[in-house]
């Protein structure tokens, strides 16, 4: 078994996927992913701490998200920020992994316990903007809403992506969102 080739986790990742909605998460077990990577126990778990971790266990995003607000220009509004870098990383990190998240997608909403986790993912990706945006120096309520926003932003142009049948880019539905929240809070102002 090649247990050190360089693409060994996103070998994991592939044959976990594919078993996942070929039998369900449920019934997956780890030896069953292994098998169909052809790489030991052992290997699995020195990639990820448990199955769920196929989905979970490359949350970088909150990190960017705390570096990127901390090295952003001391003048710059924090939405602003943020706006940007929704936009680099549809660009860049999304976009060319589509298909792998429309499968993941599936996944997650047919299983409990992982939408748990990813909400969980979203609260701390929420967190970690508001944190940023508190350290620049926003206040309290300003830092809260800007997270929320972002998040919510983001999951709901995720959502559409996913089920867009014409492939449009992310960035255009994460611009059709912002303009239809920045339509509905104008609503509200009035």
Known sequence: MARWAPDTRERLRVAALELFEERGFGV???????????VTRRTFFRHFSDKREVFFGDDEIPGLATAM???APAGAAPFSIAWTGLRALAAERFEPRRDQMAASRRIIEDEPALR?????????????????CAARGADPLTSRVVAGLTVDLLQTALERWLADENRMP??????????RMSDVLGDLAS
């Open 28 to 38: 997956t077990t780890v030896p069953d992913i292994v098998e169909r990577a052809g």
């Open 69 to 71: 607000l901390a090295a």
């Open 116 to 132: 748990e986790r990813d909400l969980q993912k979203q609260a701390d990706l929420r967190e970690a903007i508001r944190a940023g």
């Open 170 to 179: 992310l960035t255009r539905h994460l611009d059709e969102v912002r303009q």
